[in-house]
Every structure is written in structure tokens, then in C-alpha cells.
């Protein structure tokens, strides 16, 4: 398999949510069609008479409850999910079929979720995730004047059918296991954290200092996220009735007698701000995914306001949790419609707890061992939105998952690292054969588990 070549800022992307595979993602595909079609000739254009948007798999099957059509729309509308004001995607929620005018030069358009089109949740395309765009022309029986598949691969990723191969520059230190991760920091001695700068910078053409305040607005966006959930109150957006829990616990924590349920409160309140705020379609960060968007923000700021960790412990944390968000997207998925629930919290715990041993200065043996035990607990873990919507059970498990994390850096960092008999790589290796043998029922689709049990409205 080929060598890692990613890049830092395509993991953590700041963005709408609620989800990233089907916010980020489709609101991505929405705005490269809108740059696709506007390079047509301004005769074509001309004659274009409408947009359809087609919907697959688990797009299709919890698309409304995620906001998936309205994520399209305003990429058709020519918004970039980095830029998009959240007020934009809460205005086309409150008047749907309001048609607004797309930017398409000689061709007059007008578009609304009205032209989403749900389709069958069972496909032949090779991502669950797929979505199809089309201008149309005069003619309904004639071919579309533009066509367009999109895959949304997870974590705001997407790839478009017969997409050639991107390239990007080749990283300085090639791995695509932690086993290659540790060989090149035993051998080079430069530890993961530098590691992932040099490669980072290789791949991108990026210097140091454009890296470093990359990752400070990224840690920036996580805080922002938890610090507006933790001052909102009210009621959560849709049908559930979901009432935001953050500022109580946060307030809660501080009458507890015990230190370390104070710790672990504060912990659970931070994870909930920040899913609050997802799930409510505001700023979060993809970490890896919009879904787990609460564990490594509410990990920063305990590392920073309970650990006293300082501002470059928390940039060097960032990069080797990176490093785990890599492994696992690599040699699996990030994906809830493509693992489960184990291919979001549990990556993203996997990787606050890598967060966390890095930050206090542990060695990458400790660094890898917190992050297998997080992930390994987090196996077989299902995906199942009640009313598709992100917030049951999906806000729980980001502070359970931010929990966990801290459970598996305390664990790793007492235990003699030689007797841990698991690794990282086995356990990347049983969550992606996990994912393969899950019922699909249980992966993103809103047909399983919690999603049936509970009622959504």
C-alpha cells in the first residue's frame, strides 16, 4: 500500500455541521459543480433549464435529519463549507422550496431543496455516501447538458467518478502503519510530532510557521465551538425536542466534592458543547468527522485549562493525533455509512487519547499504546441517528468517547509499555473487517438500533 500522503488540514477541516460526510461533503460537491458548469460555453449555458441532485445510500436514507439537502443547495448557491455562514444553511431550512438564484453567468437558474431527490438507499456505486448532479436542458428525454457523481468518502473528503489521481509531494518520512511510524522515529529519533511537520510541509509546500498557524486556527475553531456551546442554552434544531445539556454540566461540575469528578464533568461538558454546536449546523472542526466533532476540542481545553499544557504541547498533540486520523483512514475508514459509529467516535477517541499521551511529553510507544486502547474499545460500535438527526445518541458518545480517551492515556501511561500486547495496526485491522461484516442497517442509515427503538419525534 502506498505511503500516506495527506494532508493535516484535509483531516481537521472547519466547517458547518452536522456531519461531515453528508454537510461538508455534499455541500463540497455542490459548489465544484457550480465551478464545473460555469466553465461551459455561455451558449450551453444559455440553454440550461434546471438542476436535479440525486441521493444514495445513507444520503439518501437520513439526508434530511443531517441537513444533506440543504448542504447541496448552498454549495450550488456558491458556498465553500470552509466559508459558509451558518445562517445561510438556517435560512434554507426555514423556507425550503424557496427558489434562489444560481450564478451561472448567461444561464438563469433558480434552485431549491424541492430538486433534491431522495433515491434508493441500495446502489451500485462503490461509496455508500454517492450523490449525482445534473444541469438540465430543454429537453427532459435529452442527455444533461452536465453530469457529475460524487462520492463523499467521510470526514468532508469527496471523490467524483473517473477523478484522476491527485498527486500531492512526496512526505520526507514514507509510512502507512504505526509499525513504520515507530521504526522511523527509532531510527531518525526525531519523535512524531516533528515527523508529521516535515511531512506535512513536504506535501503541501507549506513552511513551518504557515504550518503552526494552520494548526492554531484549527485549535482556535475547536475552542470557539466549545465555547459557544457552553454559553447556549435551548432546545436542539428538528423534531427530537433535544434540549442542550453542556452549560449544566459545566455548572454541575463545579459543586462536585470529588476532584476528579469535577475533572471528568468538565471533560463531559466541554465534548457536549462542541456536539451541541454540530449538531445545531454551526462552526465545528472535522475530527476526524463532524459526528466526533466534541472529543478533540473538549481534549484541547482540558489539556489546556486542567493540565496547564501549553500552547506548542498542544500543537505537537494535534499532529500525533493526526498521525492516528491517517492510519485509520488509510488502511480503513473514517466513515460512519462505511464502519459504524467505531469508524467516527472511536477513531476520534483513538486520537485524543494519542493527544493526550503526546501533549504530556509520553514517548510513541505510550503515544501509540493510549491510542489502541481507546479504539479498541470503541469496537463494533454501531451508527444509529435517531431520526437521523446527529444528536441521539451521537452527543452522548463524544463525551463517552472523550472519557474513554482520557481512561486509555491514564491506562497507557502507568502500564509498562512492553507488557501491552495489542497494537495499533491490529486494531485498525479488526475495526475495518468489523465494518465489513456490520449490517448496513447499522452504519449511517437510521435503520437499526437506537434509530428504531427510540421514538424521533
Known amino acids: 500500500m502506498a505511503a500516506i500522503a495527506l494532508s493535516v488540514f484535509d483531516l481537521f477541516k472547519i466547517g458547518p455541521g452536522p456531519s461531515s460526510s453528508h454537510t461538508m461533503g455534499p455541500m463540497a460537491a455542490g459548489y465544484d459543480f457550480l465551478t464545473l458548469a460555469r466553465q461551459l460555453p455561455a451558449a450551453v449555458l444559455s440553454g440550461a433549464a434546471g438542476l436535479r441532485i440525486e441521493l444514495f445510500g445513507s444520503l439518501s436514507a437520513t439526508g434530511r435529519g443531517h441537513g444533506t439537502d440543504r448542504a447541496v443547495v448552498a454549495g450550488l448557491l456558491g458556498h465553500d463549507p470552509r466559508h459558509c455562514p451558518p445562517a445561510v444553511l438556517d435560512a434554507l431550512a426555514e423556507a425550503p422550496r424557496l427558489r434562489r438564484p444560481v ?13 433534491v431527490v431522495f433515491g434508493p438507499l441500495v446502489h451500485d456505486a462503490p461509496w455508500s455516501n454517492t450523490l449525482v448532479l445534473r444541469l438540465l436542458g430543454p429537453d427532459s428525454d435529452a442527455p444533461p447538458l452536465l453530469e457529475r457523481e460524487y462520492h463523499s468518502v467521510g470526514g468532508g473528503f469527496i471523490q467524483y467518478k473517473g477523478q484522476p489521481a491527485v498527486r500531492p509531494g512526496t512526505p520526507v518520512h514514507a ?15 526525531i519523535g512524531v510530532p ?14 513551518a510557521a504557515a504550518v503552526m498557524a494552520g494548526l492554531d486556527a484549527v485549535l482556535a475553531a475547536m475552542d470557539a465551538a466549545v465555547a459557544a456551546g457552553l454559553a447556549a442554552e435551548g432546545v436542539l434544531p428538528g423534531p427530537l425536542g433535544l434540549k442542550r445539556k453542556a452549560k449544566q454540566l459545566f455548572e454541575g461540575g463545579r459543586s462536585k466534592r470529588l476532584p476528579h469528578d469535577s475533572a471528568l464533568s468538565r471533560l463531559c461538558a466541554f465534548a457536549f458543547a462542541a456536539a451541541e454546536e454540530n ?24 489539556l489546556r485549562t486542567r493540565l496547564a499544557c501549553p500552547e506548542q504541547a498542544l500543537r505537537d498533540g494535534l499532529l500525533a493525533a493526526a498521525a492516528v486520523g491517517f492510519l485509520a483512514k488509510h488502511n480503513a475508514t473514517i466513515a460512519g455509512a462505511e464502519g459504524g459509529c467505531q469508524a467516527e467516535i472511536g477513531v476520534a477517541s483513538a486520537m485524543a487519547a494519542a493527544m493526550l499521551a503526546q501533549a504530556t511529553g509520553c514517548p510513541v510507544q505510550i503515544v501509540e499504546n493510549a491510542a489502541e486502547t481507546a479504539l479498541e474499545h470503541h469496537l463494533g460500535l454501531t451508527c444509529d441517528p435517531v431520526g437521523g438527526y446527529v444528536q441521539i445518541p451521537c452527543i452522548e458518545r463524544n463525551a463517552m468517547g472523550a472519557v474513554k480517551a482520557y481512561a486509555a492515556y491514564l491506562i497507557a501511561s502507568d502500564e509498562t509499555p512492553d507488557h501491552h500486547k495489542v497494537g495499533l495496526d491490529q486494531v485498525i485491522e479488526a475495526m475495518v473487517s468489523t465494518g465489513r461484516d456490520m449490517n448496513c442497517k447499522y ?8 434509530a428504531v427503538s427510540v421514538p424521533a419525534c
Open 279 to 302: 449538531a445545531a449546523g454551526h462552526v465545528v472542526v472535522t475530527a476526524p468527522t463532524c459526528g466526533s466533532a466534541g472529543i478533540i476540542p473538549a481534549t484541547a481545553r482540558f
Open 443 to 450: 452504519k449511517e442509515t437510521g435503520q437499526g438500533g437506537l
Open 175 to 189: 509510512y502507512g502503519h504505526m509499525a513504520d511510524l515507530r521504526r522511523i522515529v527509532a531510527e531518525t529519533g
Open 103 to 115: 450564478d451561472l453567468g448567461p444561464g438563469q437558474l433558480a434552485v431549491s431543496t424541492a430538486d
Open 194 to 207: 516533528r515527523l508529521m511537520l516535515e511531512n506535512e510541509m513536504a506535501v503541501t509546500g507549506a513552511d
